[in-house]
């Protein structure tokens, strides 16, 4: 019985389950250049990093382990990034575990 259960909710997950629909890729641009990574993957995170009300956008690299920063100088509607630089603290360049 709980077998049979389990069969009809699996049938019943394909059934009304979503092909999920994806919108055409993008390029980000700061200072009016493409950013490109010179090797791997980035891991983006879109926050009010310096307070001011307007999203900035931080990307960690795979190689390094560094953290850049993207001030938006324009608004969250219309963003306009700018290269602020690698994060640091105590003077030094952040350097987080990567691989």
């Known amino acids: 019985m709980k077998q049979v259960f389990l069969l009809l909710l699996l049938i019943t997950g394909f059934l009304l389950a979503q092909v999920p629909t994806y919108e055409s890729p993008y390029y980000l641009y700061a200072d009016g250049s493409q950013i490109l990574l010179t090797l791997g993957n980035g891991s983006p995170l879109v926050t009010d990093w310096d307070g001011d009300g307007d999203k900035d956008l931080l ?3 795979y190689s390094g382990g560094n953290i850049l920063h ?3 100088v324009g608004t969250n509607d219309s963003p306009i990034l700018t290269y602020s630089g690698m994060m ?3 003077g030094a360049t952040l350097a987080v575990p990567y691989g």
């Open 59 to 61: 990307l960690g690299r």
């Open 88 to 90: 640091q603290a105590g």
């Open 70 to 72: 993207y001030d938006n």
